[in-house]
């Protein structure tokens, strides 16, 4: 059964800072990856999408890579801003890509 | 577009009360999802569609039922309602393409239903 772990659980930055959330799942046979984004109360929103056989995925400040082989994934946000302030989730695929996994995900504040 | 709507956006039941949640997506997709949100345990698999008419049981399937009579709406039912099934209901939809033997599948998710069963 696959499992999701986000490191940390809980991220307080002073704006501009660069961060780096975690993400490790322990069934490598995945065949994508999807990160998103939600605010409190709403839905979630599709950061970016990386495929089994890609190690990365940029847009515009964010960056996510991929090493599929040790089940880990990271989501790099450059020069932080208060409306990044969010939940992050990590979502390994399986089946075909019809079974996302979620993990509890890392609560971002960024401080003004 | 709209994307992907839910209705009703908030409800409150009594044990034993039954309901139906409605999921509707503009965007021509083949699959759809419902998934539930507690908090500190991410978000789970109910059930899933890969086309109107068909359906498929997710992580935590039971007390729940399932219907996809049209391609844009997917009904997710709940019979006889338990405390157990108060929740943040999700529904998603993706569209899936084959290419080069590779599966590009990107799911996009609904505002959800804030669920309350007393």
């Known amino acids: 059964k696959q499992e999701v772990t986000q490191i940390p659980a809980a991220l307080s930055v002073p704006e501009g800072e660069n961060l780096v959330l975690n993400c490790s799942f322990t069934?490598?046979?995945?065949?994508?990856l999807q990160w998103f984004r939600q605010d409190p109360g709403k839905g979630l929103t599709s950061l970016l999408l990386?495929?089994?056989?890609?190690r990365e995925q940029t847009s515009g400040r964010l960056n996510a890579s991929l090493d599929k082989s040790s089940g880990r994934s990271t989501l790099y946000i450059a020069a932080s801003q208060p409306g990044d302030s969010a939940t992050y989730l990590c979502?390994?695929?399986?089946?075909?890509?019809?079974?996302?996994?979620f993990g509890a995900g890392t609560i971002l504040r960024v401080k003004s | 577009n709209a994307g992907v709507t839910q209705t009703p956006k908030f409800r409150v039941l009594k044990t034993g009360q039954s309901m139906t949640l409605l999921c509707a997506q503009d965007?021509?997709?083949?699959?759809m999802y419902w998934y539930r949100q507690d908090p500190g345990m991410g978000l789970r698999l109910i059930h899933y569609?890969?086309?109107?008419?068909?359906?498929a049981k997710g992580e935590v399937p039971d007390g729940y039922n399932v219907s996809r009579l049209k391609k844009q709406n997917f009904l997710l039912g709940l019979e006889s309602a338990a405390p157990s099934q108060t929740s943040v209901y999700f529904c998603a939809s993706s569209y899936s393409i084959l290419r080069d033997r590779v599966n590009y599948n990107e799911q996009f998710f609904g505002p959800g239903t804030r669920l309350t069963v007393l």
């Open positions: 569609s890969v086309g109107e008419g068909t359906t």
């Open positions: 979502a390994p695929a399986m089946e075909y890509g019809n079974k996302l996994v």
């Open positions: 965007m021509n997709h083949e699959y």
């Open positions: 069934d490598s046979a995945i065949y994508n």
């Open positions: 990386i495929q089994s056989s890609q």
